[in-house]
T-cell receptor, first 115, second 114 residues
Framework: AQSVTQPDIHITVSEGASLELRCNYS??????LFWYVQSPGQGLQLLLK??????LVQGIKGFEAEFKRSQSSFNLRKPSVHWSDAAEYFC?????????????FGTGTKLQVIP | ETGVTQTPRHLVMGMTNKKSLKCEQH?????MYWYKQSAKKPLELMFV???????ENNSVPSRFSPECPNSSHLFLHLHTLQPEDSALYLC?????????????FGPGTRLLVL
């Protein structure tokens, strides 16, 4: 069975500092990979996704993620964090074949940004 | 504003009540989803509808009953719930249920079962 691990439940960074959120997955083949952000009182919003090709993926709000097949990882990064980035971030995997019926989400990482 | 609305935003119900959650999407999508988000647990997919046909029922108890009358509307009918059913219920939609599609989420209904 596929699984997604986000090892950091909570991360605190200073505004302007760089950020990396970790995501590791377990799956027999390379799945499609997603990062979502959830602000308080809101639903999830897609930040970026990886299907194939270039392993460095650019997303919205200045985020990027790098797929590393050898490490089964898809870490999210941002070079300079803004206070408005405080939210919860979720990594998700979907089989390349089979559709969203088989989606698996991580437990999330809550990001706190301090001045 | 994602184009997916959910009502009500908050709901408190007793274990013997019957209530319904409503989701509406204004994006022209054909697939709609119900998710359950509980504290400290991964988001759980409950139901998937594609072109009004249910394509996934993820071992959800029968006290949750979905209804998709058309591609724009999705309901979750609730009856005789348990306190452990208290959670945030999220609706989402996408063009279809293929893996490459982007899902758009509503803001959720916060449910408390007493």
């Amino acid at each position: 069975a596929q699984s997604v691990t986000q090892p950091d439940i909570h991360i605190t960074v200073s505004e302007g500092a760089s950020l990396e959120l970790r995501c590791n997955y377990s799956y027999g083949a390379t799945p499609y990979l997603f990062w979502y952000v959830q602000s308080p009182g809101q639903g999830l919003q897609l930040l970026l996704k990886y299907f194939s090709g270039d392993t460095l993926v650019q997303g919205i709000k200045g985020f990027e993620a790098e797929f590393k097949r050898s490490q089964s990882s898809f870490n999210l990064r941002k070079p300079s964090v803004h206070w408005s980035d405080a939210a919860e971030y979720f990594c998700a995997v979907v089989p390349a074949s089979g559709g969203y019926q088989k989606v698996t989400f991580g437990t999330g990482t809550k990001l706190q940004v301090i001045p | 504003e994602t184009g997916v609305t959910q009502t009500p935003r908050h709901l408190v119900m007793g274990m013997t009540n019957k209530k319904s959650l409503k989701c509406e999407q204004h994006l022209g999508h054909n697939a709609m989803y119900w998710y359950k988000q509980s504290a400290k647990k991964p988001l759980e997919l409950m139901f998937v509808y594609n072109f009004k046909e249910q394509t996934e029922n993820n071992s959800v108890p029968s006290r949750f009953s979905p209804e998709c009358p058309n591609s724009s509307h999705l309901f979750l009918h609730l009856h005789t719930l348990q306190p452990e059913d208290s959670a945030l219920y999220l609706c989402a939609s996408s063009q279809d249920d293929g893996s490459r599609e982007t899902q758009y989420f509503g803001p959720g209904t916060r449910l408390l079962v007493l």
